[in-house]
């Protein structure tokens, strides 16, 4: 797939009617031959420009990084709230109003007892992978401007991946890197590359799906 074949696509989208509201443009990664038992996909890939959805974060700290989450992230979760979330109406209801969740590294055994069931079932866990666990001298405003461009595509629900990468109000050229950055990090995840892709999908939020 090329930058000639997204901006077709993204052409044709521009032609469907309007609506009174400004539309997400969706990705939708249809896959073939691949058995999810043994080749699993579940990959982060960092967009080069914002998907136009501000992404909600919460951070496990004590006091050492306190100051620093309170500055950047959208919840502070202190190593003394922990026992407020003994509750399983609290923790879900945590577990589901954040996207990402970061934790400092010498708590992480107090927050997998505490927390690790209600997030890990949502695969909400602080990812290591991701730079969510850090140390207490981390720069948390650098790592939460990071994960606002970061997508999760997985295939936890079947042969798809499918996630939101930009609104109709941004340059076309923002939409089309970010399909391509999702794309060629999806490509090497597959045992066969492009041969596992059935068909890729572009749409807008109201709008009929285009092939490209």
Known sequence: MNKEQIQKAVEELQKQPARKFTQSYDLIINLKDLVLSQNPVDVFVTLPFQ????????????????????????????????VKYANK?????????????????????????????????????PNPKLGCVVPPTANLDLLVKRLNVTVRLTTKKGL??????????????????????IYNTVVKQLPNESQNIKNILLKRTMGTPVRM
């Open 51 to 82: 998907q136009g959805k501000k992404v909600k974060v919460a951070a496990f700290v004590d006091q050492q990084l306190a100051g620093s989450a309170e500055k950047c992230c959208d919840a502070v979760i202190k190593e003394n709230d922990f």
């Open 89 to 125: 109406k609290e923790l879900k209801k945590l577990a589901e109003s954040y996207d990402y969740f970061i934790a400092q590294a010498n708590l992480m055994p107090k927050i997998a007892a505490t927390f690790g069931k209600a997030l890990g079932t949502k695969g909400k866990m």
């Open 160 to 181: 798809n991946l499918q996630c939101l990468i930009g609104k109709e109000n941004q340059p076309a050229a923002e939409i089309i890197e970010n399909i391509l950055a």
